[in-house]
């Protein structure tokens, strides 16, 4: 197993995300108990020591099974780590009692690694609206030691992530973002690891497969690859990947299976990183996957100074890019639709009065009163 240093502890690299633990019959809500512990049993002895759940997972439930099957073994033998769920506003005025419930759900006494979850366009004011007392309480519980390290997650853009590190940033150990090589490019990955670079903290990586969709390939992007390493499987290139950014910690996968964790484990028994031709390949084929299937947009924002609406058109189809990638293959697209969720009503895609102003000055030709049709009845 690889591990990574951190403030003297050694992390592996590989956590064991709790996302998406296997269930009965297709039901989120239903966790299959036994083969979860099987699969925390293979994890613990391949030296997997890094376990992640959320208050929202599987219903709620994954905090009491995962807490259930890591209670077998002695506490410091792994590192758990839990989050504040801030993704539902409801539950911003309720940090100390959602906390409490979380140590009981998991059975213990403190979390090692806890998180202000989601981080985004829809819930940055309430974080850092003082009223809610959600930072004041947590650097409580950290100076108590129920909470050993404190960080957060986040899939809003830039400019809110600088938001959040310029209020809390030097109360951050960790930062945990979506990465991948699509998303290095797709969602500004690497300005968001820069912008962390600059803070000095280290990165933990979420989706680092996009929810499955980097396990496939179409035929002649996997025949590639499959030339540049014959006896590399293709989710593998995903985690070769993250191995090949310095300040990448923490990779969590969340494995619905015991094939998947064994592959996983397979890939982090030993660290490969991608050479300077196998990246510019793997960016390569990047290119392929989103010219093929976005609006191409350059932001040049000729368009915004022309709609009576004052809708930020580029941003919306950055969104609608974001959309159609994330479920082009049945996926569940939820970014977009948190991100249109801080955005008031008159300035969303809805509002676009299809007077075609905008499209007489935009380069690139873009049929944007389309595209603001197409998003609305996709988001429903």
Do not use: W
């Given at each position: 197993m690889i591990y990574r240093d951190f403030q003297g502890m050694k992390l592996s690299m590989l956590?064991?995300?709790?996302?998406?633990?296997?269930?009965?019959?297709?039901?989120?809500?239903?966790?299959?108990?036994?083969l979860t512990f099987r699969m925390v049993d293979d994890a613990m002895k391949s030296g997997i020591n890094y376990y992640d759940t959320a208050w929202g997972y599987h219903n709620g439930n994954s905090e009491i099974v995962l807490g259930e099957a890591l209670a077998r073994y002695?506490?410091?033998?792994?590192?758990?780590?839990?989050?504040?769920?801030?993704?539902?506003l409801s539950n911003m005025p309720k940090v100390r009692e959602i906390f409490e419930q979380q140590l009981k759900k998991t059975g213990t006494d403190y979390f090692d690694f806890y998180l202000f979850h989601n981080v985004c366009e829809m819930n940055i004011e309430q974080y850092l609206d003082p009223k809610y007392g959600i930072y004041d309480y947590l650097i409580e519980q950290k100076k108590n030691g129920r909470i050993r390290h404190l960080g957060f997650s986040g899939h809003g853009e830039i400019d809110v992530l600088k938001r959040f590190l310029d209020a809390y940033g030097e109360s951050m150990e960790f930062g945990q973002l979506q990465l991948n090589y699509l998303d290095w490019k797709f969602q500004h990955g690497k300005e968001k690891v820069d912008l962390l670079n600059e803070r000095g903290i280290p990165v933990w990586v979420m989706e680092p497969v996009r929810g499955g969709k980097l396990a496939h390939l179409p035929g002649k992007m996997e025949e590639k690859l499959r030339n540049l390493r014959p006896d590399e499987d293709i989710p593998a290139w995903a985690f070769r990947f993250l191995q090949s950014v310095p300040s990448v910690t923490v990779v969590l996968s969340g494995m619905s299976d015991a094939d998947q964790l064994a592959a996983n484990i397979?890939?982090?028994?030993?660290e490969k990183p991608l050479t300077d031709p196998e990246m510019e390949a793997l960016m390569g084929i990047v290119d392929e996957m989103m010219s093929g299937r976005s609006v191409p947009c350059t932001a040049c924002h000729y368009c915004t100074s022309h709609c009576p609406q004052q809708i930020d058109i580029p941003r919306m189809i950055e969104l609608y890019n974001e959309h159609l990638l994330t479920t082009e293959d049945g996926g569940f697209g939820f970014i977009a639709p948190m991100a249109l969720s801080a955005i008031p009503a008159e300035r969303q895609p809805a509002a676009c009065l299809h007077c075609r102003?905008?499209?007489?000055?935009?380069?690139?030709?873009?049929?944007?009163?389309?595209?603001?049709?197409?998003?609305v009845q996709k988001i429903g």
């Open positions: 956590g064991f995300g709790a996302m998406r633990l296997p269930v009965h019959d297709g039901n989120d809500s239903d966790i299959d108990r036994e002695p506490r410091d033998s792994f590192y758990l780590a839990s989050k504040f769920p801030g993704y539902d397979r890939t982090f028994e030993e102003s905008c499209e007489k000055v935009c380069p690139q030709q873009i049929k944007i009163s389309e595209v603001m049709t197409d998003f």
